[in-house]
């Protein structure tokens, strides 16, 4: 759709719908934070079958249009709050400007955890999770997800529901980031302002069509007059310490609001492989491997970003931000040993890293009086990687003498660019029903090298081989439509957002790359009926998409030792998924969900080994497909004044169809019932919130990824928060993996594969930190602590950690 013809449409949506008698609003809580997806009714009270409603958007926003003069009782209601009503005489458009949802407590006079916002909510399509006054706060945003029902992270890697592809989003702008990037950002940014996380498992159809979930952080949005700031510091040590320390500033005038913060963090630790490999020739072990890696890796980074907001007028805003990311040294140290049947070899594999990424958006957003909204975003990152590495084996035979010396050194260029555009318009039309409609286009431009060299008679040599350049440039074209309604006992959603997508690569080697040329579409619905105040369904259906990463696509090797490596794939396809969900909610306290999800070339990172070669490698794939079903069960409930629980069970079903590449290229299967539980106990042991705390267990049962076996797990981990002089100084305890039981086994054991890996972690830690307020530190702060770093998901320079 052309420029012209968008700006159209958007006009005459607008002058078309200023004609009718409107009812607008925003609706807020006590603390002036937008309450979002609040249930808006309007009944005329001469004829109380004629019935309007809506729902406010994340804003807080409601308009009801196509209204007839008259007496209205308007009843505004959300899960936690108390049933806003009032009688109305409408006699033209009105403006309701804010109005207050007042915090709904049985028990006033007692002072909880939770007192001022429901800490848990579920609705037809999310969870969101308010973590404001708990311990949680004094930790970093990984430790916030950690804790969040709904989302799975054992050693670092995230899931929601079986899966990883996950849309990250902060105050609802996209961080397009994975892998050992992603797990930088969340862990370097603290939580001190996080306000809630939603865990969105079915989509709408703004969002991207990337993902089969969303998770969303939202940052305390509040300010008034005034300036605050913050210093903080914590002290972590695991096996190795880790130390971080940063800054935050806010300052607001009647139109302008500024944040900025800067951290800086040194940490190193430490990681434990051990693996045994049978080769295999008709149906016989001929041979046998036992390795043992031992890494150590030590980082220094730098994270910094600033948010500019300009209100122009009461219905125009504009905004600025961006956010830096450097990490000027990264250093990994791997010491290997192999021990064959009559033979061993030991390696020692070192790799130095740099990383800069800068993100910078601009925002701009209309509201007229009649509640509608247009948004504008534009966006740029800029990400530069090298990768530095040195590889030395020495081999022996079996009496331990030297037999030969093998080096050879590598380097590795990465520099992608990105640029969107993307815009959004929001409005009310016909009976009351909620449209939003917008369109998106992206740029991604990677270019990446390598350079390797083998070491022979005295000097390094060029192996043309495994050195050359790979070139990638992929164009996106969105535009979507979603429509909502709310009835007083019902709700629907439904939407739907087409994607084209065009794709070329370029490889100077003997390799091919298999160009992106396609156009998906891509609906989602989502509909809800309560049938009193403790009975809820639920009933959702999404399709999504996961394209592949461009470290993925790379054909050149990465190699561990002289028999291991990881390569990329340039024939990979995108994957299809499909998800359908019923829920049914009891006393908006305990959920329960049954879902189905097919998955069409679902990709995984297989482990091969080639029994002719004795070499082992790690290949993301395009497995044939994958069926997933199974049973969630989510509850929250308060016990007491100073105890909280909440739980989250799944058992589920996962059976993966993969090609045998290297067993004859037939097709296998591999299946099992897993189940994940996850408890968290929150505590508030002062009637002042002084001194707040949680305990959370985790277990996990043996569970499949791809052709690998998994074993079980679990992890209890212990955190407390205490407050003094008011509030100006926190001091915070965590204990992290206080059993040390997060250690697992990988195993592959089909046809002529046979592998095992035993991976040890170092995640059993303790951390103390402080944290210092300033200034007027009874403010609420603005941030938006990351604007959208769109497409950086796919960033990421490896796919693997091995």
């Given at each position: 759709?052309?420029?012209?013809?968008?700006?159209?449409l958007?006009?005459?949506?607008?002058?078309?719908?200023?004609?009718?008698?409107?009812?607008?609003?925003?609706?807020?809580?006590?603390?002036?934070?937008?309450?979002?997806?609040?249930?808006?009714?309007?009944?005329?009270?001469?004829?109380?079958?004629?019935?309007?409603?809506?729902?406010?958007?994340?804003?807080?926003?409601?308009?009801?249009?196509?209204?007839?003069?008259?007496?209205?009782?308007?009843?505004?209601?959300?899960?936690?709050?108390?049933?806003?009503?009032?009688?109305?005489?409408?006699?033209?458009?009105?403006?309701?400007?804010?109005?207050?949802?007042?915090?709904?407590?049985?028990?006033?006079?007692?002072?909880?955890?939770?007192?001022?916002?429901?800490?848990?909510?579920?609705?037809?399509?999310?969870?969101?999770?308010?973590?404001?006054?708990?311990?949680?706060?004094?930790?970093?945003?990984?430790?916030?997800?950690r804790?969040?029902?709904?989302?799975?992270?054992?050693?670092?890697?995230?899931?929601?529901?079986?899966?990883?592809?996950?849309?990250?989003?902060?105050?609802?702008?996209?961080?397009?980031?994975?892998?050992?990037?992603?797990?930088?950002?969340?862990?370097?940014?603290?939580?001190?302002?996080?306000?809630?996380?939603?865990?969105?498992?079915?989509?709408?159809?703004?969002?991207?069509?990337e993902?089969?979930a969303?998770?969303?952080?939202?940052?305390?949005?509040?300010?008034?007059?005034?300036?605050?700031?913050?210093?903080?510091?914590?002290y972590?040590?695991?096996?190795?310490?880790?130390?971080?320390?940063?800054?935050?500033?806010?300052?607001?005038?009647?139109?302008?609001?500024?944040?900025a913060n800067?951290?800086?963090?040194?940490?190193?630790?430490?990681?434990?492989?051990?693996?045994?490999?049978?080769?295999?020739?008709?149906n016989?072990?001929?041979?046998?491997?036992?390795?043992?890696?031992?890494?150590?890796?030590?980082?220094?980074?730098?994270?910094?970003?600033?948010?500019?907001?300009?209100?122009i007028?009461?219905?125009?805003?504009?905004?600025?931000?961006?956010?830096?990311n450097?990490?000027?040294?990264?250093?990994?140290?791997?010491?290997?040993?192999?021990?064959?049947?009559?033979?061993?070899?030991?390696?020692?594999?070192?790799?130095?890293?740099?990383?800069?990424?800068?993100a910078?958006?601009?925002?701009?957003?209309?509201?007229?009086?009649?509640?509608?909204?247009?948004?504008?975003?534009?966006?740029?990152?800029?990400?530069?990687?090298e990768?530095?590495?040195?590889?030395?084996?020495?081999?022996?035979?079996?009496?331990?003498?030297?037999?030969?010396?093998?080096?050879?050194?590598?380097?590795?260029?990465?520099?992608?660019?990105?640029?969107?555009?993307?815009?959004?318009?929001?409005?009310?039309?016909?009976?009351?029903?909620?449209?939003?409609?917008?369109?998106k286009?992206?740029?991604?431009?990677?270019?990446?090298?390598?350079?390797?060299?083998?070491?022979?008679?005295?000097?390094?040599?060029?192996d043309?081989?495994?050195?050359?350049?790979?070139?990638?440039?992929?164009?996106?074209?969105?535009?979507?439509?979603?429509?909502?309604?709310?009835?007083?006992?019902?709700?629907?959603?439904?939407?739907?957002?087409?994607?084209?997508?065009?794709?070329?690569?370029?490889?100077?080697?003997?390799?091919?790359?298999?160009?992106?040329?396609?156009?998906?579409?891509?609906?989602?619905?989502?509909?809800?009926h309560?049938?009193?105040e403790?009975h809820?369904?639920?009933?959702?259906?999404?399709?999504?998409?996961?394209?592949?990463?461009?470290?993925s696509?790379?054909?050149?090797?990465y190699?561990?030792n002289?028999?291991?490596?990881?390569?990329?794939?340039?024939?990979l396809?995108?994957?299809?998924?499909h998800?359908?969900?019923?829920?049914?909610?009891?006393?908006?306290?305990?959920?329960?969900?049954?879902?189905?999800?097919?998955?069409?070339?679902?990709?995984?990172?297989?482990?091969?080994?080639?029994?002719?070669?004795?070499?082992?490698?790690?290949?993301?794939?395009?497995?044939?497909?994958s069926?997933?079903?199974?049973?969630?069960?989510?509850?929250?409930?308060?016990?007491?004044?100073?105890?909280?629980?909440?739980?989250?069970?799944?058992?589920?079903?996962?059976?993966?169809?993969?090609?045998?590449?290297?067993?004859?290229?037939?097709?296998?299967?591999?299946?099992?019932?897993?189940?994940?539980?996850?408890?968290?106990?929150?505590?508030?042991?002062?009637?002042?919130?002084?001194?707040?705390?949680?305990i959370?267990?985790?277990?996990m049962?043996?569970?499949?990824?791809?052709?690998?076996?998994?074993?079980?797990?679990?992890?209890?981990?212990?955190?407390?928060?205490?407050?003094?002089?008011?509030?100006?100084?926190?001091?915070?305890?965590?204990?992290?993996d206080?059993?040390?039981?997060?250690?697992?086994?990988?195993?592959?054991?089909?046809?002529?594969?046979?592998?095992?890996?035993?991976?040890?972690?170092?995640?059993?830690?303790?951390?103390?930190?402080?944290?210092?307020?300033?200034?007027?530190?009874?403010?609420?702060?603005?941030e938006?602590?990351?604007?959208?770093?769109?497409?950086?998901?796919?960033?990421?320079?490896?796919?693997?950690?091995?």
């Amino acid at each position: 759709m052309s420029l012209k013809l968008t700006s159209l449409l958007f006009l005459c949506s607008y002058f078309s719908l200023a004609q009718d008698i409107k009812i607008s609003g925003q609706v807020l809580d006590q603390a002036n934070a937008p309450v979002s997806y609040a249930n808006v009714i309007l009944v005329n009270t001469k004829d109380e079958s004629s019935v309007r409603g809506t729902i406010t958007n994340d804003d807080g926003y409601f308009n009801v249009a196509s209204l007839t003069a008259g007496t209205y009782l308007l009843d505004i209601s959300f899960i936690g709050y108390a049933h806003y009503k009032t009688e109305i005489h409408l006699q033209a458009s009105t403006d309701l400007k804010s109005i207050i949802l007042e915090e709904f407590n049985e028990a006033l006079d007692a002072i909880t955890l939770f007192a001022k916002r429901p800490t848990y909510t579920k609705q037809s399509d999310r969870i969101i999770f308010n973590i404001e006054d708990t311990s949680l706060t004094e930790a970093n945003v990984m430790d916030v997800l950690r804790s969040t029902p709904g989302i799975l992270i054992m050693n670092d890697e995230i899931s929601v529901r079986n899966s990883s592809n996950i849309i990250y989003l902060i105050n609802n702008k996209r961080v397009y980031l994975t892998g050992e990037d992603l797990q930088q950002l969340l862990i370097g940014t603290t939580a001190t302002n996080v306000q809630s996380v939603e865990v969105i498992t079915n989509p709408p159809a703004k969002y991207d069509a990337e993902g089969s979930a969303v998770i969303n952080i939202t940052m305390s949005k509040n300010l008034i007059i005034g300036y605050n700031g913050s210093v903080y510091t914590d002290y972590t040590q695991g096996m190795y310490p880790r130390v971080r320390g940063g800054m935050n500033h806010f300052y607001k005038t009647d139109k302008l609001s500024v944040f900025a913060n800067y951290s800086y963090g040194e940490r190193k630790k430490n990681r434990v492989n051990t693996s045994e490999i049978n080769f295999i020739e008709d149906n016989v072990v001929v041979g046998q491997w036992n390795d043992k890696i031992d890494r150590n890796t030590k980082m220094k980074s730098h994270f910094a970003n600033a948010n500019v907001d300009y209100s122009i007028n009461d219905a125009n805003v504009i905004s600025f931000s961006g956010n830096l990311n450097i990490t000027p040294y990264w250093n990994r140290k791997a010491e290997m040993a192999t021990e064959a049947i009559d033979s061993s070899f030991v390696s020692e594999n070192i790799i130095n890293d740099t990383k800069d990424n800068v993100a910078l958006n601009l925002d701009y957003v209309n509201t007229a009086e009649s509640g509608n909204t247009l948004s504008i975003n534009l966006h740029h990152t800029n990400y530069d990687y090298e990768r530095q590495q040195d590889m030395s084996s020495k081999y022996y035979d079996i009496d331990q003498l030297l037999t030969r010396e093998n080096m050879f050194n590598s380097m590795s260029i990465q520099n992608t660019y990105i640029y969107s555009g993307q815009a959004d318009y929001n409005t009310t039309l016909l009976e009351d029903i909620d449209l939003t409609f917008g369109t998106k286009v992206s740029l991604i431009d990677s270019k990446s090298s390598v350079d390797q060299y083998y070491f022979l008679e005295n000097r390094f040599i060029l192996d043309d081989l495994n050195s050359g350049v790979f070139n990638y440039e992929e164009m996106n074209y969105a535009g979507y439509v979603n429509i909502s309604k709310s009835w007083e006992t019902w709700s629907f959603s439904a939407g739907l957002r087409g994607e084209y997508t065009d794709a070329e690569g370029d490889v100077s080697s003997n390799y091919e790359l298999n160009e992106f040329d396609y156009f998906k579409l891509f609906p989602t619905l989502n509909v809800s009926h309560d049938f009193n105040e403790n009975h809820s369904l639920g009933l959702s259906y999404g399709k999504r998409i996961e394209r592949p990463t461009y470290s993925s696509l790379n054909p050149f090797k990465y190699y561990f030792n002289d028999y291991t490596f990881l390569q990329g794939n340039p024939n990979l396809n995108p994957t299809i998924s499909h998800l359908t969900t019923l829920s049914y909610t009891f006393k908006g306290t305990y959920t329960f969900e049954v879902y189905y999800r097919y998955e069409d070339n679902p990709t995984s990172e297989l482990v091969f080994q080639d029994n002719a070669t004795n070499q082992v490698f790690y290949l993301p794939t395009n497995l044939d497909k994958s069926l997933d079903y199974g049973f969630d069960f989510i509850m929250y409930q308060s016990f007491t004044d100073i105890w909280s629980v909440y739980v989250v069970n799944s058992i589920f079903h996962d059976k993966t169809y993969f090609e045998a590449l290297e067993s004859g290229n037939s097709l296998e299967t591999n299946q099992t019932w897993s189940m994940y539980t996850n408890v968290m106990n929150f505590f508030s042991f002062t009637e002042d919130h002084s001194l707040s705390g949680e305990i959370s267990i985790l277990y996990m049962s043996p569970m499949i990824n791809g052709s690998s076996d998994i074993s079980s797990r679990a992890q209890i981990d212990l955190g407390l928060k205490k407050s003094f002089n008011n509030g100006k100084w926190v001091a915070s305890l965590k204990l992290n993996d206080i059993f040390k039981t997060t250690n697992f086994t990988v195993k592959n054991k089909y046809l002529n594969q046979d592998n095992t890996y035993n991976n040890k972690y170092d995640n059993q830690y303790f951390r103390v930190g402080l944290r210092y307020s300033f200034g007027n530190t009874r403010l609420s702060t603005n941030e938006k602590e990351e604007k959208e770093l769109n497409e950086r998901n796919r960033l990421s320079p490896e796919s693997a950690d091995n």
